[in-house]
């Protein structure tokens, strides 16, 4: 059973910083691109970034590229989002997302994780 | 980059109606096309993707169409736990983008 699990959201002040992880089960991550999405209170669905399979290029929204880096570690199945000079308006559910295809394009997210609350706030 | 224009952005209906949802692209973006269903604190889920392909698993009264720049997600008879959200989502060129979301309510 394909299982994403995230973890380390919580309470940071304004200009902090903040680790998420995505652990990833049932299926060959390597394999997998996987994509981070959030949702702030009251909105909708905001696309964040996305990470390629081995060699892990990435992309990132605007909104938050040069603070957000996404990274991966195949060796232990494992997501993460490294979230810095965060804003009140990161505030949101971060959800791990795994792209549809384990090669060629499928472009849409097949697995979703429950998610995991970031609060920024003073 | 692409914008998503999705309408409307609430629906009322009952148990039993046909809805339809819509979503339009800023350009063409190729069919590269999904639609999500979102409950609050739950994860969201693939319905349709490549705008007309319907996920494993999912009732076949949830359909999909379109190409270009417009496309549509028709729910053929409401059933109770349809009552959510609802996202498309559009790829082209390395550029993710979901529409704003229509929240589906009951009458």
């Known amino acids: 059973e394909v299982q994403l699990v995230e973890s380390g959201g919580g309470l940071v002040q304004p200009g902090g910083s903040l680790r998420l992880s995505c652990a990833a089960s049932g299926f060959t991550f390597s394999n997998y691109i996987m994509h981070w999405v959030r949702q702030a209170p009251g909105k909708g669905l905001e696309y964040v970034s996305v990470i390629l399979r081995e060699g892990g290029g990435t992309l990132h929204a605007d909104s938050v590229k040069d603070r957000f880096t996404t990274s991966r570690d195949n060796s232990k199945d494992t997501l993460y989002l490294q979230m810095g000079s965060l804003r009140l308006e990161d505030t949101a559910v971060y959800y791990c997302?795994?792209?549809?295809?384990?090669?060629?394009?499928?472009?849409?997210?097949?697995?979703w994780g429950q998610g995991t609350r970031v609060t920024v706030s003073s | 980059d692409i914008q998503m224009t999705q309408s409307p952005s609430t629906l009322s209906a009952s148990v039993g109606d046909r809805v339809t949802i819509t979503c339009r692209a800023s350009?063409?973006?190729?069919?590269?096309l999904a639609w999500y269903q979102h409950n609050p604190g739950e994860a969201p889920k693939l319905l349709i993707y490549?705008?007309?392909s319907l996920e494993s698993g999912v009732p076949s009264r949830f359909s999909g169409s379109g190409s270009g720049t417009e496309f549509t997600l028709t729910i053929s008879s409401l059933q109770p736990d349809d009552f959510a959200t609802y996202y498309c989502q559009q790829y082209h060129s390395y550029s993710y983008t979901f529409g704003q979301g229509t929240k589906l309510e009951i009458k």
């Open positions: 997302a795994r792209e549809g295809g384990s090669s060629g394009l499928a472009p849409f997210f097949d697995f």
């Open positions: 350009q063409s973006i190729n069919n590269w």
């Open positions: 490549k705008a007309s």
